[in-house]
């Protein structure tokens, strides 16, 4: 089945750019919508072969629905992500870990995980999302104001504390945004404080609309934490480049899914706060990777919900590096998956559950103010 | 609805595969190093500081994990027992605790495999496996070696150049003994050390952890352990899996309060941080790292000391002196200027760690 036949032709193959398309919202020229479509027996036979042989050849059920382009894109995505895993694997045999390649290679091989693994499940949802009105959904510049408030649940066996209040509250300011957050726990002494200031090199502004919700943000961020019951505080300082990638850019039936890529540095100091003692602080450092898959919510979410899996590298946090039985453990981040639902333009909540060396999850409710619509700017 | 269930499905998958606890299983599996029994016998070591490599009705064979242990019996017949230990001291004596006095050798006297012929009768008995003066505060010199792995068939280089080092007591391991930690790769371990003149006390490593469950503990005793030493204490944790099972640290309290006034040298695999903390070969959790090293300098632990990365570093980690020494032989870091190497210390009951020296295996290094 052609492209056009499926799906209305939109904006495939178009390529990330530094000025985000931009639609000047009206009421006479909305933003189109088409209805949701049936699965159909194409489809379910193309996702059946975006599986098998999908599993091995990415692409393949794209390539059954007959959209070549995207198929071929797809393939590609795989063979560099294998490329990036491989190789970095291979250096990390090669030089036995040595303290001059690892953090890169390391790197290469979280990247390259992402895009096979994104590569993957590009190809599945594709093949299975018959929502055309999905480019609608996505099209959203971020809000200027968000703020979070929310519980979060810890299961550590290592530590006391348990349940957080989290807070958090996102300003921004043309292409600025500045983000402080708190968890603090409320059977511990346990705290938790987080800044991050943000520049967007690329992607649009509050105010904006685009059809795309790609961009690319420089993060400077500043942790600092204290386990008090423990006598030891963490304070670091963090430089990312923080990127979300549209997928509607590799075919009109990825619309309505991205994918989350950030790399960067954290470097932290840990003080020891033992009582008669002075013992010298402990440096540290870390690598940031942060990859994640989702999709935009269609339906009755209002605009800017999304779901998203996701793996986070950081091993500082609360849910930590993922710990298994065998010889591996600790080696991987946090996975996680999250889910931001807005039921009114300005109001929705945030589920979020992570699985590293501990579990963490809870809901937050989310506010917002200054988002736009596909008709103009909301109240 | 399909990708919600393939969301769920994928969570599903992510939590069977991890744990909060995966050294739980063997850190209990700790508690039952030591006991074996069979109609006419009953063995019990204390602390679990030997694993009983064999039990028959008429043989009972130790793999120490210390100098220094205590055994006990519990007869129910008359029996002529061989009591065969391996990995000793030299100098290791066997006493009658009850009747305090010591027992003739049967054979390998000087070596680190012996035996002893006993006529036990129904009943009780204590013995005590000591070498002369272990219990006296004193000074003395140890070797830490670890990170053999597929290295195995050139362990004896290594072994030739400590057997070469003067009044070395003990050889100390940090893990990764083995490549996959199976029973044949445990055995070839053991069946190495037969050449090595001096006892090798030991943790396991991650590489020990390619069997479900780990056939370790059965061959060398304890993940997680603690003895002393002519006045200085040792103890010997299992951080295999970037974690400390929160048992062991229940434990870990009650073996810093013991040591609390003596000198303490605390090994494990993993260290809690790497120096090059972007390469994470260091705890999963940074917190629980930095938890234990607060925990560890606290209680005025004098020295810790890890394997797992190929590469000899010296630090500190909460103002404790570190070191990593994994030169036993496992694909080497590139880049770090020592190859194989072992490291030995001098220790002194009073005066602490007095010294160390790295000791190269390989000429070209």
Same mark, same amino acid.
């Given at each position: 089945?052609?492209?056009?036949?499926?799906?209305?032709?939109?904006?495939?193959?178009?390529?990330?750019?530094?000025?985000?398309?931009?639609?000047?919202?009206?009421?006479?020229?909305?933003?189109?919508?088409?209805?949701?479509?049936?699965?159909?027996?194409?489809?379910?036979? %193309?996702?059946?072969?975006?599986?098998?042989?999908?599993?091995?050849?990415?692409?393949?059920?794209?390539?059954?629905?007959?959209?070549?382009?995207?198929?071929?894109?797809?393939?590609?995505?795989?063979?560099?992500?294998?490329?990036?895993?491989?190789?970095?694997?291979?250096?990390?045999?090669?030089?036995?870990?040595?303290?001059?390649?690892?953090?890169?290679?390391?790197?290469?091989?979280?990247?390259?995980?992402?895009?096979?693994?994104?590569?993957?499940?590009?190809?599945?949802?594709?093949?299975?999302?018959?929502?055309?009105?999905?480019?609608?959904?996505?099209?959203?510049?971020?809000?200027?104001?968000?703020? /979070?408030?929310?519980?979060?649940?810890?299961?550590?066996?290592?530590?006391?504390?348990?349940?957080?209040?989290?807070?958090?509250?996102?300003?921004?300011?043309?292409?600025?945004?500045?983000?402080?957050?708190?968890?603090?726990?409320?059977?511990?002494?346990?705290?938790?404080?987080?800044?991050?200031?943000?520049?967007?090199?690329?992607?649009? %502004?509050?105010?904006?609309?685009?059809?795309?919700?790609?961009?690319? /943000?420089?993060?400077?961020?500043?942790?600092?934490?204290?386990?008090?019951? /423990?006598?030891?505080?963490?304070?670091?300082? /963090?430089?990312?480049?923080?990127?979300?990638?549209?997928?509607?850019?590799?075919?009109?039936?990825?619309?309505?899914?991205?994918?989350?890529?950030?790399?960067?540095?954290?470097?932290?100091?840990?003080?020891?706060?033992?009582?008669?003692?002075?013992?010298?602080?402990?440096?540290?450092?870390?690598?940031?990777?942060?990859?994640?898959?989702?999709?935009?919510?269609?339906?009755?979410?209002?605009?800017?919900?999304?779901?998203?899996?996701?793996?986070?590298?950081?091993?500082?946090?609360?849910?930590?590096?993922?710990?298994?039985?065998?010889?591996?453990?600790?080696?991987?981040?946090?996975?996680?998956?999250?889910?931001?639902?807005?039921?009114?333009?300005?109001?929705?909540?945030?589920?979020?559950?992570?699985?590293?060396?501990?579990?963490?999850?809870?809901?937050?409710?989310?506010?917002?103010?200054?988002?736009?619509?596909?008709?103009?700017?909301?109240? | =609805?399909?990708?919600?269930?393939?969301?769920?499905?994928?969570?599903?998958?992510?939590?069977?595969?991890?744990?909060?606890?995966?050294?739980?299983?063997?850190?209990?599996?700790?508690?039952?190093?030591?006991?074996?029994?069979?109609?006419?016998?009953?063995?019990?070591?204390?602390?679990?500081?030997?694993?009983?490599?064999?039990?028959?009705? !008429?043989?009972?064979? +130790?793999?120490?994990?210390?100098?220094?242990?205590?055994?006990?019996?519990?007869?129910?017949?008359?029996?002529?027992?061989?009591?065969?230990?391996?990995?000793? =001291?030299?100098?290791?004596? +066997?006493?009658?605790?009850?009747?305090?006095?010591?027992?003739?050798?049967?054979?390998?006297?000087?070596?680190? &495999? &012996?035996?002893?012929?006993?006529?036990?009768?129904?009943?009780?008995?204590?013995?005590?496996?000591?070498?002369?003066?272990?219990?006296? &505060?004193?000074?003395?010199?140890?070797?830490? =070696?670890?990170?053999?792995?597929?290295?195995?068939?050139?362990?004896?280089?290594?072994?030739?150049? @400590?057997?070469?080092?003067?009044?070395?007591?003990?050889?100390?391991?940090?893990?990764?003994?083995?490549?996959?930690?199976?029973?044949?790769?445990?055995?070839?371990?053991?069946?190495?050390?037969?050449?090595?003149?001096?006892?090798?006390?030991?943790?396991?490593?991650? #590489?020990?952890?390619?069997?479900?469950?780990?056939?370790?503990?059965?061959?060398?005793?304890?993940?997680?352990?603690?003895?002393?030493?002519?006045?200085?204490?040792?103890?010997?944790? !299992?951080?295999?899996?970037?974690?400390?099972?929160? +048992?062991? +640290?229940?434990?870990?309290?009650?073996?810093?309060? !013991?040591?609390?006034?003596?000198?303490?040298?605390?090994? =494990? #695999?993993?260290?809690?941080?790497?120096?090059?903390?972007?390469?994470?070969?260091?705890?999963?959790?940074?917190?629980?790292?930095?938890?234990?090293?607060? &925990?560890?300098?606290?209680?005025?632990?004098?020295?810790?000391?890890?394997?797992?990365? #190929?590469?000899?570093?010296?630090?500190?980690?909460?103002?404790?002196?570190?070191?990593?020494?994994?030169?036993?032989?496992?694909?080497?870091?590139?880049?770090?200027? @020592?190859?194989?190497?072992?490291?030995?210390?001098?220790?002194?009951?009073?005066?602490?760690?007095?010294?160390?020296?790295?000791?190269?295996? !390989?000429?070209?290094?």
């Amino acid at each position: 089945m052609p492209a056009s036949a499926a799906d209305p032709a939109t904006h495939a193959d178009a390529p990330l750019s530094a000025e985000p398309e931009v639609t000047p919202p009206s009421v006479a020229n909305p933003i189109p919508a088409s209805p949701a479509k049936p699965l159909t027996r194409d489809r379910k036979v %193309a996702a059946a072969a975006a599986v098998v042989p999908g599993l091995a050849l990415h692409g393949s059920g794209h390539y059954a629905l007959g959209h070549q382009k995207t198929a071929l894109a797809l393939l590609i995505s795989e063979g560099v992500g294998l490329a990036l895993l491989l190789g970095g694997y291979a250096t990390l045999r090669a030089t036995g870990n040595s303290r001059y390649v690892a953090g890169p290679a390391v790197a290469a091989v979280a990247l390259g995980a992402g895009l096979v693994l994104g590569s993957f499940g590009a190809d599945l949802y594709g093949t299975l999302a018959t929502d055309g009105g999905a480019v609608d959904l996505i099209s959203r510049a971020p809000p200027r104001l968000e703020s /979070e408030f929310g519980y979060r649940y810890v299961a550590d066996p290592h530590f006391s504390y348990g349940h957080f209040v989290v807070e958090r509250f996102t300003l921004r300011q043309g292409h600025f945004r500045l983000e402080p957050s708190a968890w603090f726990s409320t059977n511990s002494s346990n705290v938790r404080y987080r800044v991050e200031a943000a520049y967007r090199l690329i992607g649009l %502004a509050p105010g904006q609309i685009g059809k795309r919700d790609d961009h690319v /943000e420089l993060v400077l961020g500043g942790l600092h934490q204290r386990y008090l019951p /423990e006598h030891f505080q963490r304070s670091g300082l /963090e430089l990312a480049l923080d990127t979300r990638f549209d997928l509607s850019h590799l075919g009109d039936t990825l619309r309505g899914s991205f994918v989350d890529l950030a790399l960067g540095y954290a470097v932290a100091k840990v003080t020891y706060d033992l009582q008669g003692l002075s013992v010298p602080a402990d440096t540290d450092d870390l690598l940031l990777a942060k990859l994640g898959l989702g999709v935009a919510l269609r339906g009755r979410a209002a605009r800017g919900s999304e779901a998203r899996v996701y793996y986070d590298h950081r091993h500082d946090d609360y849910a930590a590096g993922f710990l298994t039985p065998g010889r591996i453990s600790g080696v991987f981040g946090k996975f996680g998956a999250d889910l931001r639902w807005y039921f009114t333009p300005r109001l929705g909540v945030l589920v979020d559950a992570q699985v590293g060396s501990a579990w963490a999850s809870g809901l937050s409710l989310l506010l917002r103010e200054g988002t736009v619509t596909a008709l103009g700017a909301s109240p | =609805m399909i990708r919600r269930s393939n969301t769920v499905a994928w969570l599903f998958l992510l939590a069977a595969l991890g744990c909060s606890r995966p050294a739980e299983e063997r850190t209990r599996e700790d508690l039952q190093v030591g006991h074996a029994q069979n109609a006419a016998l009953e063995v019990q070591v204390a602390s679990g500081l030997a694993a009983i490599r064999g039990l028959a009705h !008429d043989q009972l064979t +130790l793999w120490l994990s210390a100098p220094s242990a205590e055994v006990s019996l519990v007869v129910h017949e008359t029996l002529q027992l061989e009591l065969r230990v391996e990995n000793a =001291m030299a100098a290791l004596e +066997l006493s009658d605790l009850d009747a305090g006095q010591v027992l003739p050798v049967s054979s390998g006297a000087g070596g680190t &495999k &012996k035996s002893w012929a006993l006529t036990l009768t129904p009943g009780s008995w204590h013995f005590g496996l000591s070498a002369p003066g272990a219990a006296e &505060k004193s000074h003395f010199r140890f070797a830490l =070696m670890s990170d053999v792995q597929e290295a195995i068939d050139r362990v004896q280089d290594v072994y030739r150049v @400590i057997n070469t080092q003067a009044d070395l007591d003990f050889l100390l391991g940090a893990g990764d003994l083995t490549e996959e930690g199976e029973v044949d790769e445990l055995e070839r371990f053991q069946h190495e050390l037969a050449t090595l003149s001096v006892p090798y006390y030991t943790t396991l490593g991650n #590489h020990e952890l390619g069997e479900r469950p780990p056939a370790y503990q059965q061959w060398f005793g304890r993940a997680n352990f603690q003895f002393a030493h002519r006045g200085v204490y040792f103890t010997l944790l !299992d951080s295999a899996s970037a974690t400390i099972d929160p +048992l062991a +640290l229940e434990w870990l309290d009650g073996w810093l309060a !013991d040591a609390r006034d003596s000198v303490h040298v605390v090994a =494990m #695999h993993i260290p809690p941080f790497d120096p090059v903390g972007t390469r994470n070969a260091a705890f999963a959790s940074r917190a629980e790292a930095a938890a234990l090293l607060a &925990k560890l300098a606290e209680a005025g632990v004098d020295l810790t000391l890890y394997g797992h990365i #190929h590469a000899h570093y010296s630090f500190q980690n909460a103002g404790i002196p570190a070191v990593i020494s994994g030169g036993g032989g496992a694909s080497p870091e590139r880049g770090g200027d @020592i190859g194989r190497h072992f490291v030995v210390f001098e220790v002194d009951a009073t005066r602490g760690i007095v010294s160390s020296e790295v000791v190269r295996v !390989d000429s070209e290094d």
